[in-house]
């Protein structure tokens, strides 16, 4: 069984001022929960110039521990997101330096 998933969300229409209101929150949350990221970062619009969503490898041994992760993230106990998906992922390529 795979302990890597993908978290995909994104943010509902008009509603940037939770963004801008929660990210401090969201950006500790992330924080102190790094032992469980791989990577992350948000999605931007087409031309780059706004955020319109979050996405993050993470990894979880605990299926309860994953669940509560993405519940409790700050962003979405806010409303910000209009789409969530989370899906088990296998890494088969990774950047190479």
Partial sequence: MTNTYLLHCLD???????REATREAHA???RAHADHIVMGGPL???????????SAVL???DPGA???FAENEPYRKAGL??????HPMQIVMRESH
């Fill in 12 to 18: 509902a229409s008009g509603k940037a001022h939770i």
């Fill in 28 to 30: 500790a949350y992330m």
């Fill in 44 to 54: 931007l619009s087409g031309d780059g110039s706004r955020r319109i969503g979050i």
């Fill in 59 to 61: 990894r979880f041994d």
């Fill in 66 to 68: 994953l669940a509560a």
């Fill in 81 to 86: 997101f209009d789409q969530i998906t989370l």
